[in-house]
């Protein structure tokens, strides 16, 4: 029967693996930021709609009041509490801007939740592609341009809506305010997928801000809240709000976690109170990993300062991307490297490169011993001290034959993390994407198949 789940995480807790992963509390809730002591024995507070405590889906006076006070912070014009996380916020966003069959212009890029309510709501999408960019010889995807929404929107009058992500999982922005123009020009919704973005509200380039009409943000991927909190922002009149709270309703359960949303509560009364404080010593904590891995020597550090000479619009440095190539390690070797020698864990590994997500709590100890971690294994890229590391994991096989060039792919495929499709269903397979899928394959990556 194998393991059992809760004792795992009880033995997780006392390993010593430090978290550079989701979510942003990082395991580092010390007792004034867990409201009252109460994460210390939550079944003291989980209840149900008892009278005094309101209800999420017809929010009145405590809820609404804690909506309220996320929407001043966020400076939205009305903000949803999520407790099943942002993609039910993607959902309801998508299903509240058009009708079944409706044609909708779709960022390629988007997270597969995007792409299943495509399929919920039976749309037509019209894909606009992100732009790639080379740095020290690893490929990312870039933003979307204005220009490309904009040619998309004049070629299909009839699209009712826009949906980007920004930031990427990987960290870069689009110009999000130019785009919400465009669409505006045109009365087309903005959409935007920011659930990597919950912090970008204190360094002023939120989407809210920037006049998306819809925003989501994971709160718990870069905010201290527990797993699949989020919020959703309204903004604007081209969307009717009436709508989205209807969706809202049938996405998320009917028994809201009140442990859940006394989490997200109590990260914006942290981040009221708290938050320039916190920020600061981000920001000094993400200069320091800059300052530090910019002299690597066989790997590197994906900068910020060299993207935008690309010409990538923005980028969120408190994702540190460790690129791999030339050094004749996989991302997924560094990635093992990291866990298994230096009880470090990454977010995820590609092909060849490792990302880590920092955040407003992780700690100076854990900055320094991923610094030190690093510099250590780029002094021994290519010895013996790297080869005791083997791959362990084992996956499904994939089998290469059923995609055929040319031919419409029967499988909506992806790895995850982070989620985003190389292949849609019924989408036409290319040279590109089955060298893409085979590259996955090769480097170990855990790839899905959702027919």
Do not use: W
Request: proline residues 3%; negative net charge; charged residues 30%.
């Amino acid at each position: 029967m194998g393991d059992r789940l809760n004792k795992k995480l009880i033995e997780l807790r006392d390993t010593g693996l430090y978290p550079f992963h989701m979510p942003g509390h990082k395991r580092n809730i010390k007792e004034n930021y867990s409201f009252g002591g109460v994460l210390k024995n939550m079944y003291e507070a989980d209840i149900t709609e008892i009278d005094g405590f309101d209800n999420l889906h017809d929010a009145k006076d405590l809820i609404k009041d804690a909506e309220e006070r996320a929407s001043i912070l966020y400076k939205s014009d009305e903000t949803h509490f999520l407790v099943n996380g942002s993609t039910c916020g993607i959902l309801s966003a998508i299903s509240s801007v058009c009708n079944r069959g409706d044609k909708i212009i779709v960022a390629r890029n988007c997270h597969v939740s995007v792409y299943n309510a495509i399929f919920l709501n039976d749309l037509r999408p019209v894909y606009v592609y992100p732009d790639v960019v080379e740095e020290n010889g690893l490929k990312l995807l870039s933003g979307i341009s204005k220009e490309s929404i904009e040619k998309a929107i004049i070629d299909n009058e009839d699209a009712v809506a826009v949906i980007i992500t920004s930031p990427t999982y990987d960290g870069i922005l689009s110009d999000v305010a130019a785009i919400a123009k465009i669409c505006h020009e045109y009365d087309k919704p903005l959409i935007v997928d920011e659930a990597h973005g919950a912090l970008f509200f204190m360094e002023g380039r939120s989407a809210v801000i920037n006049k998306a009409d819809i925003v989501i943000n994971s709160v718990h991927k870069t905010l201290p809240a527990l797993t699949q909190t989020a919020l959703l922002h309204i903004n604007g009149n081209l969307v009717d709000r009436s709508k989205v709270r209807k969706y809202l309703r049938i996405y998320q359960t009917s028994s809201p976690s009140y442990i859940l949303m006394g989490s997200i509560d109590y990260t914006m009364e942290v981040m009221e109170e708290e938050g320039k404080s916190l920020y600061r010593n981000f920001c000094i904590r993400t200069v320091k990993i800059k300052e530090e891995l910019n002299k690597l020597k066989n790997l590197r550090l994906v900068t910020k300062d060299s993207l935008i000479k690309k010409g990538v619009f923005d980028f969120d440095e408190s994702k540190v991307l460790i690129t791999t190539a030339n050094t004749g390690v996989t991302g997924k070797e560094l990635y093992n490297i990291l866990v298994e020698k230096y009880s470090l864990q990454p977010e995820m590994a590609a092909g060849d490169y490792v990302l880590l997500m920092t955040t407003i709590y992780d700690s100076d100890e854990g900055i320094d011993r991923l610094i030190r971690a690093i510099k250590d294994i780029d002094e021994n890229i290519g010895s013996k001290t790297l080869d005791y590391i083997k791959e362990k994991d084992e996956f499904d096989v994939i089998e290469l034959e059923e995609f055929i060039v040319g031919q419409s792919s029967l499988y909506t495929v992806f790895a995850y993390p982070p989620g985003i499709p190389i292949l849609v269903k019924d989408e036409m397979v290319t040279e590109e994407a089955k060298e893409e899928i085979k590259k996955a394959v090769n480097s170990k990556l855990d790839i899905k198949l959702l027919d």
